[in-house]
């Protein structure tokens, strides 16, 4: 039951460089989606996507890109990471309706740009 | 204005107290609401769904005021357990995107 898998788990970048942070989810979930949070700080939604070719803008997208080519992987791009950039990540996914939406998290990508 | 809203805290109470969270939302559309706990470096997960009857899980109640646009969650008689980090959301209205609070912190000493 694996359930929400994101890698890697922690990463140091040097400022200007470019990373990947893989997520896949094994439910069938349509939604998927990314949220930072910064220390002492809720979930902020950098983008989303409701089903294998459709993301849109949450709200902190600047420095980020996503796509969705499966129903089962949202990976999200930084392509010239920034200090600012520095958060922990968390990949989610649910069932598509309201009611019990549940959302299941991965364990999150803590990533430090210096 | 944010579009969700919480306490702030932390909140430090002894075992067996009372506390209550309270977390306001600005989007009139939104229909659904949770309330999830996160413990320190962890992943949040949903603690419970919020419902327009309000819910009860043990000594878990959450309940919606839709006029007022607010959700709640009281803890009865907290444990050690209890403390952690708890996050209301609610879905920013259509497709189902989840927009959460800061989150309120809990610290249940003995």
């Not at chain 1, 069932?95 to 740009?113: I, P």
Request: glycine share 8%; aromatic share 12%.
């Amino acid at each position: 039951n694996a359930g929400v898998t994101q890698t890697p788990k922690f990463r140091i970048l040097k400022i200007g460089q470019s990373m990947t942070l893989q997520c896949t989810q094994d439910m069938n979930h349509n939604y998927m989606y990314w949220y930072r949070q910064d220390p002492g700080m809720g979930l902020k939604l950098i983008y989303y996507s409701v089903g294998a070719g459709i993301t849109d803008k949450g709200e902190v997208p600047n420095g980020y890109n996503v796509s969705r080519s499966t129903t089962e992987d949202f990976p999200l791009r930084l392509e010239l990471a920034a200090p600012s950039q520095t958060s922990v990540y968390f990949c989610a996914s649910s069932y598509a309706t309201g009611g019990d939406t549940e959302a299941f998290f991965g364990q999150g990508t803590r990533l430090t740009v210096v | 204005r944010k579009e969700v809203e919480q306490d702030p805290g932390p909140f430090n109470v002894p075992e067996g107290a009372t506390v209550a969270f309270n977390c306001t939302y600005s989007n009139s559309a939104s229909q659904s609401f949770f309330w999830y706990r996160q413990d320190c470096r962890k992943e949040p997960k949903l603690l419970m769904s919020v419902y327009s009857s309000g819910n009860e899980d043990g000594r878990f109640t959450a309940q919606l005021n839709r006029a007022s646009q607010y959700i709640s969650l009281l803890i009865r008689d907290s444990k050690l357990s209890d403390s952690a980090t708890y996050l209301c959301a609610a879905d920013s209205g259509g497709y189902n995107k989840l927009i959460f609070g800061a989150g309120t912190r809990l610290a249940v000493h003995p």
